[in-house]
């Protein structure tokens, strides 16, 4: 398949592209480079052995998007383009509201013009609030009260593919949940580039155990989890790129929900301490307390991506901090050096 992923050179996209690469589908990456870099292209078409097709353009724009697509054919989207900071969601609702839905709406009319009919969304776990059960399957409530307009986008964009799909019955649409994606390729050349001081927890982690941040904030340690800290469901990144794959392999059309994540849960603490045996540092940390908006845990259960799309994920915590620090410890700058 030739595929077109939104988003592409980004952190997720970027990884998913070297796995589509792998299987032997051709890749047209789409990005504006407002939070990526090309250098993460350059490095892609260097492990993957061959050439990427790239697009620079701004997908939330509908006539310079459609300009820049003009004459590039694709059989199937990836639609992982968009903002994704919780808390400067909050700060900027209106930008983060156009742009994440004005890209997913240029998409879809573009696909429809062009009689595409495979789609892969990139939405979040974050689509279920504050879940009252854990794990959490895909029949739990999604999409309310949630506490941020970022989760928010993503719940709206999730409702606004399943009304494409009612009008448009051959469309076959998946969305990605995913929990929390850390890691990085193996290879160290490729990994999550994060601009200014990182939200979440693995980056800046990994800027603690490099020396580039001094502590770690630990946001609370009175949840009721086993050590007071926040539980989650990391996954390695390749892990998740295989994810992506695996499903747009399997598309049929109607639309249908996935979790991509573990199953299993680990604390704030087992983390630190995954990662400064990875990386051999020490990574010190000061107890502050909670962040607004944090649940205790958040926990998938990946059950019907392992049954319906034959797929789970075969990559440890421990694999994913010692590919983090991989790419940390090598490009301490990021992709700028
Ligand atoms: C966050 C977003 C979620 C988004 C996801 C991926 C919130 C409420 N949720 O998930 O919508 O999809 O990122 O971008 O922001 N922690 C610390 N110190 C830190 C950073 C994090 O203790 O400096 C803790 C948090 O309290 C949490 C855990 O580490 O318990 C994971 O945090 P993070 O990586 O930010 O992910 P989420 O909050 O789960």
Redesign the pocket.
């Known amino acids: 398949m030739r595929v077109l992923l939104t988003g592409g050179a980004g952190y997720i996209g970027s990884h998913t592209a070297l796995v589509l690469m792998e299987r032997g589908h051709d890749v047209v990456v789409l990005d504006d480079f407002s939070n990526s870099s090309i250098e993460a292209v350059r490095r892609i078409e260097e492990l993957g052995g061959r050439a990427v097709q790239l697009v620079t353009a701004d997908l939330a724009d509908p006539a310079a998007a459609r300009a820049a697509l003009e004459g590039i054919d694709f059989d199937a989207a990836i639609h992982l383009a968009g903002l994704?900071a919780?808390?400067e969601s909050v700060a900027q609702p209106t930008r983060y509201y156009r742009v994440n839905i004005d890209s997913a709406l240029v998409l879809l009319d573009l696909m429809h013009e062009r009689g595409v009919t495979k789609l892969v969304f990139s939405s979040?776990?974050?689509v279920y609030g504050d879940p009252t059960v854990s794990p959490i399957d895909e029949s739990q409530p999604s999409g309310v009260g949630l506490?941020?307009p970022?989760?928010w986008t993503k719940a709206m964009i999730e409702q606004i593919i399943r009304d494409t799909r009612a009008a448009r019955p051959e469309l076959g649409a998946v969305l990605l949940r995913?929990f929390?994606?850390v890691g990085a390729h193996p290879s160290g050349r490729i990994g999550e580039d994060p601009s200014g001081i990182p939200?979440?927890?693995?980056p800046?982690i990994a800027q603690v155990a490099v020396g580039k941040r001094e502590r770690?904030?630990?946001?609370?340690d009175a949840y009721p989890t086993p050590d007071g800290?926040?539980?989650?469901d990391y996954i390695h990144v390749m892990d998740l790129a295989e994810g992506h794959v695996a499903a747009l392999e399997r598309i049929e059309p109607g639309v249908e929900a996935y979790n991509l994540g573990s199953g299993t849960g680990s604390s704030?603490l087992e983390v630190v301490r995954a990662f400064e045996q990875a990386s051999g540092r020490p990574v010190p940390y000061d107890i502050v307390p909670?962040?607004a908006?944090?649940v205790a845990e958040?926990v998938a259960d990946p059950s019907k991506a392992n049954e319906r799309l034959g797929w789970s994920t075969t990559r440890s915590l421990a694999e994913a901090c010692a590919d983090s620090w991989r790419w940390q410890s090598t490009n301490p700058g990021g992709y700028a050096g």
């Open positions: 994704k919780v808390g979040s776990a974050t506490t941020n970022y989760g995913y929390n994606p939200n979440n927890l693995m800046f770690l904030s630990v946001f609370g800290t926040g539980v989650r704030v909670p962040r908006g944090d958040v």
